[in-house]
């Protein structure tokens, strides 16, 4: 979407008119040539709509805009094979809704259009519970989000005549699913995004049409848009080739893109690490943890620890993975606190490789310990004096963990087949059962004591929130009267229950 726009900009730079319909013209015909990706060609799909509505008009009012962005809407959405709502198109349907009934009470620019920003707003965050594989990643739309910031970008300068400046350096405060209108199955069913722009012929009088109903039958995500000059091709296929063919059909190739999504996919999905950037050491004390789970992520955060590593049982991070996030951390002296026995060791190779601070490994084995270490850090003693006394604090906390059987096994004298629930009380088996909030429950039974005064429940990606609540509330029925029970969203894989008991 980006590429799309600054297309639309640069030709716009060559412009020195003041013409309205004629700015809108020049707009949509750049975007329609510099568009990638699905949301890219249906961005310009709606600035075509601007064009065609604000045709001849020197200048337009928010009655103008609006009728205009209902014309792209209606493109946009017989463009795409198969309309998907919770997409950007959702985000620019309801804003249009939005600007029409806004128009109605005052027709001036400023005040439709800061309507449909309002709107476009509001319908990215119901984007999620539209689309479940956005609520799964617990994400908004990409696309909404991009056409939110160009609608933005709008207002700046039809309310306040300021063009807002382009920065890459900022990045996007909501997270968004990287993704287009009709591509949001978890399986990619076909391996090439084929993208062409074919220069039509003026002796060729065949419909664009039928260049589309004949991509239907070779792929999906199939989108083509056309003025007098060119036709926009994209289609996802498994004959990038036959695509390329038939479009010469049409006119001369002027661009061509296919990428293999298959292989991209792969990619990303090995590359999604964390980036951490290198610290100058100014501040006194910084803390390293290694935790998975989005939730325990903000949880060590919220205790105090500036950078967290992406790791636990059976996704061991790598020595350099713990450096990188020390050399983050803005301290003379980190504490790094690997959460896992599996961890210490490559935790503690990088205590010779950092020369520049003074890095101290708090060996901490499990979730527990780490979240009581950092309870019990005290600012007024030194990084070693703090280290003894983080651990001294961790030892007396006991961890149960509610999980699944990876493999069949026999344990005191029962069968246990792979995939049942099981229960482990500071590492040992102790529990198999049908369910991980019968195996919770059990396991707390074994855990609290008369002396036990707060426990804490971590609920991982598995576990509902209705599931979790459940733990909780017969968790508080049993304990609750003489302990201090808490209930985190950790969000955490492979383990459907971590249990604190201190």
Same mark, same amino acid.
């Given at each position: 979407m980006s590429m799309t726009v600054m297309a639309a900009a640069k030709a716009l730079e060559e412009y020195q008119g003041s013409n309205a *319909? $004629?700015?809108? *013209? =020049?707009?949509?015909?750049?975007?329609? /040539?510099?568009? /990638?990706?699905?949301?890219?060609?249906?961005?310009?799909?709606i600035f075509r709509g601007f064009a065609q509505g604000l045709k001849d008009m020197e200048e337009v009012n928010g009655k103008n805009l609006a009728a205009a962005l209902g014309i792209g809407v209606d493109a946009a959405y017989k463009a795409v094979m198969k309309p998907t709502e919770g997409t950007i198109l959702t985000v620019a349907r309801m804003s249009y809704e939005a600007g029409v009934e806004a128009a109605k009470r005052n027709s001036s620019a400023a005040f439709v259009w800061k309507a449909i920003c309002d709107k476009a707003n509001e319908a990215l965050l119901i984007t999620p519970e539209?689309?479940?594989?956005l609520k799964k990643a617990g994400v908004v739309d990409a696309g909404g989000k991009g056409l939110c910031a160009i609608f933005e970008g709008m207002l700046s300068v039809i309310k306040d005549g300021v063009i807002v400046e382009y920065d890459d350096s900022q990045s996007v405060t909501v997270d968004t699913f990287d993704s287009a209108a009709a591509e949001f199955d978890e399986d990619i069913n076909f391996t090439y995004c084929t993208?062409? =722009?074919?220069? /039509?012929?003026?002796?060729i009088d065949t419909d664009p049409q039928k260049l589309r109903e004949y991509l239907e039958t070779? *792929?999906?995500?199939?989108?083509?848009?056309?003025?007098?000059?060119? =036709?926009?091709?994209?289609?996802?296929t498994e004959q990038p080739g036959n695509a390329l063919t038939k479009g010469l059909e049409f006119g001369q190739l002027l661009t061509?893109?296919? $990428?293999?999504?298959? +292989?991209?996919?792969?990619?990303?999905?090995?590359?999604?690490?964390?980036?951490?950037?290198?610290?100058?050491?100014? +501040?006194?004390? *910084?803390?390293v943890a290694v935790a998975a789970g989005d939730g325990l992520k903000e949880l060590f955060k919220d205790l105090g620890c500036t950078n967290v590593v992406s790791g636990g049982q059976s996704m061991n991070p790598s020595t350099d993975d713990i450096y990188e996030a020390v050399m983050a951390t803005p301290a003379k002296n980190v504490i790094v606190l690997p959460n896992n026995k599996n961890i210490v060791l490559?935790? +503690?190779?990088?205590?010779?490789?950092?020369?520049?601070?003074?890095?101290?490994?708090?060996?901490? /084995?499990?979730?527990?310990?780490?979240?009581?270490?950092?309870l019990n850090f005290d600012p007024e003693i030194s990084a070693e004096s703090n280290a003894q006394l983080m651990m001294d604090s961790a030892a007396n906390v006991g961890t149960g963990l509610v999980t699944f059987a990876a493999r069949s096994s026999e344990f005191g004298g029962k069968k246990i087949k792979e995939g049942d629930i099981i229960a482990l009380e500071n590492g040992k088996l102790t529990i198999t059962e049908k369910s991980p909030v019968k195996a919770l429950v059990k396991l707390a039974k074994n855990m609290v004591h008369k002396d036990s005064s707060f426990i804490t429940l971590i609920y991982g990606e598995d576990i509902s929130d209705a599931d979790a609540k459940t733990a909780y509330e017969e968790l508080c029925d049993k304990f609750g009267s003489r302990t201090d029970i808490s209930l985190v969203k950790g969000d955490q894989p492979i383990y459907y229950f971590i249990l604190s008991v201190e």
């Open positions: *319909g $004629e700015a809108a *013209g =020049i707009v949509a015909s750049a975007m329609l /040539r510099g568009a /990638r990706g699905n949301s890219g060609v249906i961005t310009s799909l539209l689309l479940p594989v993208e062409f =722009i074919v220069g /039509r012929d003026s002796e070779i *792929g999906d995500c199939v989108v083509v848009v056309s003025d007098d000059e060119i =036709i926009k091709v994209h289609v996802h061509t893109k296919i $990428e293999n999504m298959k +292989e991209q996919h792969k990619n990303v999905k090995k590359s999604k690490k964390e980036v951490f950037t290198p610290a100058e050491p100014v +501040e006194n004390i *910084g803390f490559a935790a +503690e190779q990088t205590v010779p490789m950092v020369t520049d601070r003074n890095v101290v490994i708090v060996p901490t /084995r499990t979730i527990p310990q780490g979240m009581t270490a950092m």
